[in-house]
């Protein structure tokens, strides 16, 4: 299983590296004399800090890049159900409907927001997850065919002309 590779496994691998380019260093016949050696275990680290610094950068920016795509996936996921319960609420307000067909834009805000509900708790377990409690997962048996029209039910929401 694929397993995130933190700030603090990259820190870990640089004082690894460290380490162990000190200890062969020290083995080596270059280490016969203090003061050059001084000099280059000085620009040694120099360079491991340096590298370092610039991986926690790097490191940095995709996770702020990860989470804003998050977060704009997440917004965009929100936003659909949230247009159908709008133009359901529109549709109910503005003209005269049979029961039958008021019924239905019911069924459609209720099932948009039963969607925006479960992605509310999908968030939520995902900052769950993040704070070390893992995600709780159940097995079941799911029509995906179902889906899909629940799905098409909710566009056709937004655009009753399709």
């Known amino acids: 299983m694929w ?3 933190g700030v603090e496994q990259l820190v ?3 004082r690894a590296l460290r380490s162990s380019v000190l200890a062969l260093w020290r083995r080596s016949e270059a280490t016969q004399s203090i003061v050059p050696a001084i000099e280059e275990i000085a620009r040694f680290n120099e360079a491991i800090d340096q590298a370092l610094g610039e991986s926690v950068q790097i490191y940095s920016r995709e996770v702020d890049a990860s989470r804003d795509m998050f977060l704009a996936v997440l917004g965009h996921d929100l936003r659909s159900p949230l247009q159908s319960i709008e133009m359901a609420s529109h549709m109910l307000n503005a003209t005269v409907m049979s029961e ?4 239905k834009m019911a069924t459609r805000v209720r099932r948009a927001s039963n969607v925006m509900s479960h992605l509310i708790t999908d968030l939520l ?7 070390g409690r893992g995600i709780p997962i159940e097995r079941s048996d799911f029509d ?3 889906l899909c029209k629940e799905e098409i ?5 937004n655009y009753p002309e399709r």
């Open 144 to 146: 995906l065919g179902q």
């Open 153 to 157: 039910e909710a566009v056709r929401t």
């Open 12 to 14: 870990s691998e640089f």
């Open 125 to 131: 377990m995902f900052t769950r997850s993040r704070l």
């Open 100 to 103: 039958a067909a008021r019924l």
């Open 3 to 5: 397993k995130a590779f």
